[in-house]
């Protein structure tokens, strides 16, 4: 097995990079926001192209050096398996899972206040119109209560980061080398990755459904980390059923 950085891996630390410091210089960072960071489908702000741009941009140095670390960690030893044709494939499906999945919870949230909106004596075109404006009326708050907030934050939300594609990448590696030992940095107990990885989808998921963060930024996409993970563990279960070489490509 070839040691040190592979090819995909180094590409995909190299355009993350670029990215990072264009959103530094650039406009104080709003324009790089605006033109490729996720935004909610239904905001003016959408493009179809940030489906894809939003898993090279990150909101902080943090963010950015925690996710490549994981990115060389664990995409190396997954890309020297499968070949760089099939490990960028994986990656972006991965990413592009977790963005269905988090855009699809965005519309749950979304769908169930527009909905009572509406049922209140609102229109839908008068509520996209306000919300569109960056405001949103105040009488709301009343009507919708609790779900106020996941309501207009919904609407408002943008996503950045490539955490879904790494949630696949880890399952991936999970999958390859169950026996590898991992362990938190605050928590420096080894765990083997067959009982480590489960469990960070299973609290990311719990985050996801009640809102209570655990490890992560209460800002972090919980449900896209979900949907990274669950794709990855799809193509990992399809591409080893139906493959007679089960996982190199090239």
């Known amino acids: 097995m070839r040691q040190g950085i592979t090819d995909a891996v180094k590409?995909?630390?190299?355009?993350?990079?670029?990215?990072?410091?264009?959103?530094?210089l650039i406009g104080n960072g709003e324009a790089f926001y605006e033109w490729f960071a996720l935004y909610f489908p239904k905001n003016p702000l959408f493009h179809p192209w940030q489906?894809?741009?939003?898993?090279?941009?990150?909101?902080?140095?943090?963010?950015?050096?925690?996710?490549?670390?994981?990115?060389?960690m664990f995409g190396t030893a997954v890309e020297q398996i499968f070949g760089w044709k099939k490990f960028l494939t994986f990656?972006?499906?991965?990413?592009?899972g977790a963005a269905v999945i988090q855009v699809a919870f965005l519309y749950f949230q979304f769908n169930t206040g527009l909905?009572?909106?509406?049922?209140?004596?609102?229109?839908?075109?008068?509520?996209?119109?306000?919300?569109?404006?960056?405001?949103?009326n105040t009488?709301?708050?009343?009507?919708?209560?609790?779900?106020?907030q996941s309501f207009v934050g919904a609407f408002n939300s943008t996503m950045v980061g490539a955490s879904g594609a790494i949630m696949g990448v880890l399952?991936?590696?999970?999958?390859?080398?169950?026996?590898?030992?991992?362990?938190?940095?605050?928590?420096?107990?080894?765990?083997?990755?067959?009982?480590?990885?489960?469990?960070?989808?299973?609290?990311?998921l719990f985050s996801g459904l009640t809102g209570q963060s655990i490890f992560s930024p209460s800002?972090?996409?919980?449900m896209a980390h979900v949907?990274?993970?669950?794709?990855?563990?799809?193509?990992?279960?399809?591409?080893?059923?139906?493959?007679?070489?089960?996982y190199r490509w090239n």
């Not at 590409?11 to 530094?24: A, D, F, P, Q």
């Not at 489906?51 to 060389?72: E, K, P, Q, R, S």
């Not at 669950?230 to 089960?246: P, Q």
């Open 11 to 24: 590409h995909l630390l190299i355009i993350n990079v670029v990215m990072y410091v264009g959103t530094m």
């Open 51 to 72: 489906v894809v741009t939003h898993m090279f941009m990150h909101g902080g140095f943090m963010h950015i050096l925690f996710n490549m670390f994981a990115l060389w």
């Open 91 to 96: 990656y972006l499906l991965s990413g592009l």
């Open 115 to 136: 909905e009572t909106l509406i049922e209140a004596g609102a229109s839908q075109a008068e509520v996209l119109s306000i919300l569109g404006e960056g405001k949103y």
């Open 139 to 148: 009488a709301w708050k009343s009507i919708l209560g609790d779900n106020f």
């Open 171 to 204: 399952v991936a590696f999970g999958m390859l080398f169950p026996e590898s030992k991992l362990m938190l940095i605050f928590l420096p107990i080894p765990i083997k990755a067959k009982y480590f990885i489960p469990a960070i989808i299973a609290l990311d």
């Open 219 to 222: 800002n972090t996409a919980y």
């Open 227 to 246: 949907g990274g993970a669950l794709t990855g563990f799809l193509l990992m279960y399809f591409w080893k059923k139906n493959e007679s070489d089960k």
